[in-house]
Nanobody
Framework: VQLQASGGGLVQAGDSLRLSCAAS????????LGWFRRAPGKEREFVAS????????YYADSVKGRFTISRDNAENTVYLQMNSLKPEDTAVYYC????????????????WGRGTLVTVSS
């Protein structure tokens, strides 16, 4: 599976952005898809994940209620809608794909995209 994230940019606090991650290669629909981020000087952290059918979604406490993950298996794309952005959301965002047991640990995911930079100014 090859993944390519897009949609990042420079926004102001309170704005919204929608990230997309297009996948190609092996059966997209069988994977758990996740979003992670790495802020400057920090470790990569879990943001959200969604099960293969889209029935279950999980979020980091820091984004719960503001971010929404969704997927379109017909289009081989996973999205991250980010609302009420805060300066602390500034990071490079990565999408990842992993087997059914994948959760919030980066090591659980087998495939990674290159990342897209989100910068939120105050």
């Amino acid at each position: 599976v090859q993944l390519q994230a897009s949609g990042g940019g420079l926004v102001q606090a309170g704005d919204s952005l929608r990230l997309s991650c297009a996948a190609s290669g092996r059966t997209f629909g069988s994977y758990v898809l996740g979003w992670f981020r790495r802020a400057p000087g920090k470790e990569r952290e879990f943001v959200a994940s969604i099960s293969w059918a889209g029935a279950n979604a999980y979020y980091a406490d820091s984004v719960k209620g503001r971010f929404t993950i969704s997927r379109d298996n017909a289009e081989n794309t996973v999205y991250l809608q980010m609302n009420s952005l805060k300066p602390e959301d500034t990071a490079v965002y990565y999408c990842a794909a992993g087997p059914a047991y994948s959760g919030s640990y980066p090591t659980q995911y087998m495939y990674w995209g290159r990342g897209t930079l989100v910068t939120v100014s105050s």
